[in-house]
């Protein structure tokens, strides 16, 4: 290979690797790494980052590596090659979620393009949204997006539904927050004013007096009693958005990946076009409330994520760490 082509594949996987760590994760733990070797980029999950009490099996972790996946094969696609994944290559090597290797040269088509320069954009919101709704045309493409990466996106359009959905957890909410264990966890990602961490859900973004929406999925307390938060909740708005509920049919590791890449194929495609989303996974860290969930409201269905979407003003803050502390090197092409 000559030294240009080298040149070309080295500034690729890094691009990739740059563009991994943009992915959204449960509390903004980053629960990742990166080794690359020549021509392939190996993703990690880094159990040291995991949840030992949201998230006991590892299924949020690994949604979380999954969109950071996503964000990989659509840059090396943006690119102009062809990304050859495998997901958990090697059962003795359970940490090791997937390798990405460059294949042939391909032309990036428009789309990819358009989800590539929203990666750094995107944001997740934590209040309201404004009245105006997701169009119908976009909903039925997220639904494509997720579905084109084998899980299924549900937009719930029955009002009683919706309610159902905003008091499972509001409960689960209200649980978590009588459990000390709980608590402390998010406190642990709670990233208070003024702090360097490059890592956790920063005080700037969420509001410091959220309004409620109607009906209320309730954030969670990041704050716990501080008056931390965004100066305000810019845009005052109360619209519950568009709620939706992202499901795989099975519920194995492999599918948790899966719906990681599904997710931020939905949330790149409805940046592209001003919709932003929140998140309300707590009762999907409850056994008993997701399995309630999906035997009476998803048929049978195992709920990856419970979102909602709309528009909003507010911008977003988040933060990263640096790519020298997730990012291995070995070797050369
Ligand atoms: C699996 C998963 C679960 C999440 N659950 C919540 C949640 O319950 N509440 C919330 O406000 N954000 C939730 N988030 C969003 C993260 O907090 C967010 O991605 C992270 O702080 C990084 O910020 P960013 O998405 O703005 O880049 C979740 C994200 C993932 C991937």
Known sequence: MNAHATEEITSAVHAAVQAAVWAPSVHNTQPWSFVVDGEEIALRADSDRGLRTGDIMGRERLVSCGAALMNIRLVLRGLGHEARVRVLPDPDRPALLATVRLGESAEADE???????????????????????????????????????????????????????????????????????????????????????????????????????????????????????????????????????????????????TAGQALQRILLHADAHGVRAAFHTQPLEMFHLREFMRQELLSGEYPQMIMRLGFTPDEGRSVRRPIAEVLEERGTT
């Open 111 to 257: 789309h990819t393009r358009t989800l590539c320069a929203r990666i750094e954009h995107r944001r997740t919101h934590r209040a309201g949204f404004t009245e105006t709704p997701v169009p119908d045309q976009l909903v039925d493409e997220l639904v494509q997006q997720a579905a084109a990466e084998g899980a299924r996106l549900t937009p719930v359009r029955s009002e009683a539904a919706v309610r159902a959905l905003a008091a499972l957890t509001e409960a689960a909410q209200e649980v978590q927050s009588q459990d000390r264990l709980f608590t402390l966890e998010v406190l642990r990602w709670a990233r208070p004013p003024g702090s360097t961490r490059a890592e956790g859900v920063p005080a700037e973004a969420y509001p410091r007096e959220p309004r409620r929406t109607r009906p209320h999925f309730a954030q969670r307390d990041y704050a716990h009693g501080h008056s931390w938060g965004g100066e305000s909740d810019r845009s005052a708005a109360t619209s519950t958005g568009l709620v939706a509920v992202l499901t795989t049919l099975s519920d194995s590791r492999e599918d948790w990946i």
